[in-house]
């Protein structure tokens, strides 16, 4: 799964690398954040008016039939083996995709029966990192307030993430961003085709200190190396 993971580029930085109109301009929404957990609000690249916009979207995806906001805690991944087929996700996964833009992830790697050690995981070259998702609206029947909120994909570990986790979020290289998020491309098989492993040599990895197992921890020596 994916359950944390760093936003650290400034949006404007990001709409130039994805070729998006940058919709954040709150100052709180332009400051790195090294500890992204469920329920923040974190850049989303989707395709409204025909044109890609960077925007800010609440981790979480909670499905138009739902009764609140409570649900999305626990739908913030989506396997993609089911993701075309699961009710909380096949409206999505056919109109309403988008790429979630992080600098690196975290995952837990067990050690023994009592220890796990953090690693984070970012591309070798750098630049951001594309996770595929889904993206949905959602409208409170009390205040009538809409939330939008997003999921990320998940596939089967590559061989560099195996000694780690038996799962890694889905990265979309450059050339299919387009079809992915294209609200008219309703090629289901195509689709799901792009739903991979990521190609080995693209990413590496580094232990971290367990300071990012608590969310209030939040700033850049998350990422030092130890040990």
């Not at 954040?33 to 025909?50: F, H, K, L, S």
């Not at 096949?90 to 953090?118: H, M, N």
Request: charged share 25%; aromatic share 8%; glycine share 4%.
């Amino acid at each position: 799964m994916c359950g944390r993971f760093a936003s650290t580029t400034p949006p404007d930085a990001l709409a130039a690398y994805f070729g998006a109109e940058a919709s954040i301009v709150d100052a709180d929404e332009t400051q790195p954040d090294y500890n992204v957990a469920p329920t923040r609000d974190v850049p989303v690249v989707r395709v409204r008016e025909e044109q890609r916009h960077l925007d800010h979207l609440r981790w979480g995806l909670v499905p138009r039939w739902a009764k609140d906001l409570r649900i999305g805690s626990k739908m913030i991944n989506a396997r993609a083996e089911t993701v075309a087929s699961k009710n909380a996700f096949r409206s999505a996964f056919t109109k309403r995709r988008c790429i979630v833009s992080a600098d690196g992830f975290y995952e837990w790697k067990r050690l023994d029966d009592k220890t796990k050690q953090p690693t984070y995981i970012h591309r070798a070259d750098g630049d951001p990192l594309a996770f595929a998702g889904l993206w949905e609206r959602w409208s409170d029947a009390e205040d009538h307030r809409e939330f939008h909120t997003f999921t990320i994909i998940t596939t089967t570990a590559n061989e560099t993430m195996a000694p780690i986790h038996d799962r890694m979020p889905v990265l979309l290289a450059p050339k299919d961003w387009d079809a992915w998020l294209d609200p008219s491309n309703h090629g289901v098989d195509a689709l799901q085709s792009l739903l991979l492993p990521a190609p080995e040599g693209l990413l590496v990895t580094r232990p971290v200190s367990d300071k990012v197992n608590n969310v209030r921890n939040n700033d850049a020596t998350l990422l030092d190396a130890v040990g």
